[in-house]
């Protein structure tokens, strides 16, 4: 799938500006509120018509004003999760979930309901009515929904943002599961680093309107100068690894990474499992020479590969680990009195309890169901 | 007990007339003033405040210039009168119909004021969820937007029917006051009201229109309540 966008349009005083192609598992749209991304959204599902542009999905034209071309929503086949869920109150949650079954054609019907069901873990809430169900059902059943009528490409605007903590976390592996296990290609606009990490291949930011970048995760993640000034502080290198094994003596799991070993606190993974993580460049410290006497369990062996300017006092430093780039921010004085350019060898450094819930992508012991 | 069910026909007529007339203007006043309801909650155009005021005419203008307007219009030799007689054989002055184009008339702006501000409650983004799912604008008013203003309709709806019950000015300037055809039950209490001796029959018929009205409208609140617990809205 690739979806194509190329957008000029006013909101009041608001400029939207927006130019970009993906073609990734499940894209995010990332940005400050306000940044547009809302509004970037609503203008690929078709709720809002844009001044000036084009949308194509896979090559169809869902918009072209130059060639007089826009297909209303009702005919784009592009599902939509909303921030509040929008389940229709005069429905029970099984007719929620068939209504758009019905609108559309048997020949393009793929989504089929009971594995729909099986995915989200609704089957105990068919017989309900919406009102009747707390905010984390209400969003996997409005997923359900928008799956159910086979959509060509998913659409999920902020799900996550009205629920609390422990709700998010309840809904995340299926978002997960979603992005895995179904062939959908998924547009997810969010705002929060966490989540992005965690659950996007490919990620547009956008900033004021603007997009200020675009790439695979990774890249985008570590540099820290391209996130909302909120959110900085979450920013850091992203690692696909794989639980190696499970130190049951300490309660930690050791993860096999690009860069090498990385203990972090038991996750409720079997062997084998994938688990993405991220780390934070404020939680990594930086050692010209191998680290002895010192807590900390994970040391990196790498070369500096980027310095770059941060905010105040700060530089961040790339350190290349095997060919994954792990972040560090620093301040310029101890790079200065640690002598670091470009080419160094040095180690990073990571403390196991830096790792928690928002940042393994995995549920910690508290809910461990491994 | 007796004496109140012991009705001469005349009378039997007035009250099986004032439930059909009032039935009829009802029904037929629901497509329209959905309708208006729509034009005037969601449209956006040149005039609008014009159609509200208009709509809303019959509200403020005394009754009896409503039923010589209606006379001058929908009447034998009125325009619209002369041209549905003409060519739909729909004739209005002096038969029931008339009675209850009335009284449609007059209860027209509390159905249209009571759907509107239903439709204004409408969460529209639940329309456009509605939408994304495949749903052309057709459906979406008919599986979204009219279960959900189900309970404003039901309240437009007995609100046209209660003033249809209650309707005089209009009716019998119309239609004026003909046993069996137009004497609806105010027009029939009035009648006995100026004879002597038929404060009886003023006083039976009231007993029965006051009955009617109750039954209605607590016919329409439990309706109401029923809808709105089978939407779980609290």
């Given at each position: ?13 608001f ?9 990734g ?7 400050p ?15 809002v ?9 896979d ?37 929620n979930?068939?209504?758009g ?34 905010g ?34 309840e809904?995340?592996?299926?978002v ?8 959908i ?5 969010s ?19 603007k997009?200020?970048?675009a ?25 696909d ?8 003596t ?41 680290p002895a ?10 070369t500096?590969v ?6 105040g006092?700060?530089?961040e ?29 040095v ?8 790792f ?15 | ?68 307007l ?99 000015g ?6 004026s006051?003909i ?9 029939a209490?009035?009648?006995?009201t ?7 029959g ?29 939407m779980?809205?609290?």
């Amino acid at each position: 799938m690739t979806l194509s966008v190329d957008i000029r349009h006013r909101l009041g005083d608001f400029a939207l500006e927006a130019s970009f192609e993906s073609a990734g598992r499940l894209t995010a749209l990332f940005g400050p509120s306000g940044s547009g991304k809302s509004t970037l959204i609503n203008l690929i599902a078709g709720l809002v018509r844009p001044d000036e542009g084009r949308v194509a999905v896979d090559g169809r034209v869902l918009v072209d004003t130059a060639a007089r071309i826009f297909v209303p929503m009702h005919k784009r086949r592009i599902g939509m999760v909303f921030q509040d869920a929008r389940l229709f109150p005069h429905m029970s949650v099984a007719s929620n979930l068939r209504y758009g079954r019905w609108f559309t054609p048997s020949s393009e019907r793929y989504a089929k309901m009971d594995a729909v069901i099986d995915l989200l873990g609704i089957g105990h809430l068919l017989d309900r009515r919406p009102a009747r169900l707390s905010g984390g059902e209400k969003q996997r059943v409005a997923i359900g929904r928008a799956l159910l009528a086979s959509p060509k490409l998913l659409l999920m605007d902020e799900p996550l943002a009205s629920l609390d903590e422990a709700r998010k976390a309840e809904i995340l592996p299926y978002v997960e599961r979603l992005r895995d296990e179904t062939k959908i290609p998924i547009v997810y606009v969010s705002h929060t680093v966490a989540e992005v990490a965690r659950l996007a291949s490919d990620v547009v930011v956008l900033a004021q309107g603007k997009v200020a970048a675009a790439g695979p995760t990774e890249a985008i993640m570590r540099r820290l100068d391209l996130l909302p000034a909120e959110e900085r502080g979450e920013g850091g290198a992203v690692l696909d690894t794989k639980v190696l094994r499970h130190d049951e003596t300490f309660g930690m799991t050791v993860l096999a990474s690009q860069a090498g070993e990385i203990r972090v606190p038991r996750l409720a993974r079997a062997a084998g499992a994938p688990v993405r993580i991220r780390i934070r460049a404020r939680d990594v410290m930086i050692g010209v020479e191998k680290p002895a006497g010192l807590s900390a369990l994970n040391i990196l062996p790498g070369t500096i590969v980027s310095m770059r300017p941060g905010e105040g006092p700060e530089v961040e430093v790339g350190v290349d680990c095997h060919g994954a780039v792990v972040v560090a921010r620093i301040t310029e004085q101890s790079r200065q009195a640690l002598g670091l350019k470009l080419g160094s060898q040095v180690f990073a450094v990571i403390k196991t309890v830096s790792f928690d819930r928002a940042n393994t992508g995995a549920g910690l012991p508290a809910e461990a169901d491994v | 007990m007796n004496w109140l069910l012991d009705l001469t026909p005349d009378e039997w007529n007035a009250v099986r007339l004032s439930i059909k007339v009032a039935t009829v203007a009802m029904i037929a006043s629901l497509p329209p003033g959905i309708l208006l309801a729509l034009l005037l909650a969601r449209g956006r155009f040149w005039g609008k405040t014009l159609l509200n005021g208009l709509v809303h005419l019959p509200l403020i203008l005394p009754p009896v210039v409503t039923g010589y307007l209606l006379l001058l219009t929908f009447g034998r030799r009125g325009p619209a009168g002369a041209f549905l007689a003409e060519h739909f054989g729909i004739v209005f002055s002096f038969r029931w119909t008339g009675a209850a184009l009335a009284c449609g008339v007059m209860g027209f702006p509390l159905m249209v004021r009571a759907i509107r501000l239903s439709i204004e409650a409408v969460d529209r983004k639940m329309e456009a969820a509605a939408g994304t799912l495949g749903a052309n604008p057709l459906w979406v008013f008919a599986t979204i937007t009219l279960p959900l203003i189900l309970p404003g309709l039901i309240a437009g709806a007995i609100l046209s029917f209660a003033k249809a019950m209650g309707e005089f000015g209009a009716t019998i300037t119309f239609v004026s006051n003909i046993p069996n055809e137009t004497q609806t039950l105010p027009s029939a209490i009035y009648t006995f009201t100026q004879v002597p001796g038929g404060d009886e029959g003023a006083l039976r018929l009231t007993l029965i229109s006051i009955a009617i009205s109750m039954v209605a409208l607590i016919a329409s609140e439990v309706l109401a309540r029923r809808v709105g617990r089978r939407m779980d809205i609290e």
